[in-house]
């Protein structure tokens, strides 16, 4: 079974600064999805960025990229220049793009606080 | 991009009485559609997966006849809670999938007194 790690529950940084967020996740499987998801104290899961395990290049969305080492199993977050409406919980989160019936395996999450 | 509507978003119902919770994708036909229990601080838990016209699989654990989910149509799934009891009150999320995307209703929060 797919298992997704989250080893920091809380991250804090600094108004226009940059946060990189880890997420490590295990798989025997070679085509998946990897996804961060955004969810605000409004609790509504948003999506921040996806990446497709066969795909090379790292995704990028405007001021939210990704590191993905898929030998590593590694798949980190990098917000940049942070914003207020950044705050919020991150979960980290595989799909199997084999089994398509498969629900998403969220990791843990990670608290982030945006200082101003 | 796609919307997931939860109904209600907030309610409070009596110790021993049953709820529903209606999830409905509004601009298109959703072949699954999962349930999701929150608690405070903590991350997703998967309770069901349902299927239109068809028996919804529940996860280990979750008990199907307290938790009833009907997936009436290709975008309405219903959720149940039968008995309710005060260790029930959590938030509910469910999401939606066509055939490539998945996308999350906005939550129910269940208070059970």
């Known amino acids: 079974a797919q298992t997704v790690t989250q080893s920091q529950p809380e991250m804090s940084v600094q108004e226009a600064e940059t946060v990189t967020l880890s997420c490590t996740y295990d798989?025997?499987?070679?085509?998946?999805?990897l996804f961060w998801y955004k969810q605000p104290p409004s609790r509504q899961m948003i999506l921040v960025i996806r990446?497709?395990?066969?795909?090379?290049q790292n995704a990028t969305e405007n001021r939210f990229s990704v590191n993905f080492q898929k030998a590593a199993k590694s798949f980190s977050l990098k917000i940049s220049d942070s914003q207020l409406g950044d705050a919020a919980m991150y979960f980290c989160a595989y799909r199997s793009a084999i089994n398509y019936g498969q629900n998403f395996v969220f990791g843990p999450g990670t608290r982030l606080s945006v200082l101003p | 991009g796609a919307v997931v509507s939860q109904h209600p978003s907030r309610v409070i119902c009596k110790s021993g009485t049953s709820v529903k919770i209606e999830c409905r994708s509004l601009d298109f036909q959703a072949t699954t559609m999962f349930w999701y229990r929150q608690f405070p601080k903590q991350s997703l838990m998967l309770m069901a997966t349902s299927n239109e016209g068809s028996k919804a699989t529940y996860e280990q654990g979750v008990e199907k006849d307290k938790f009833l989910i009907n997936h009436a149509s290709l975008t309405l799934s219903t959720l149940t809670v039968t008995s309710a009891h005060p260790e029930d009150s959590s938030f509910y999320i469910c999401s939606a999938r066509d055939y490539y995307e998945q996308y999350f209703g906005p939550g129910t929060r269940l208070t059970v007194t």
């Open positions: 798989t025997s499987e070679s085509d998946y999805y």
């Open positions: 990446q497709e395990a066969y795909k090379q």
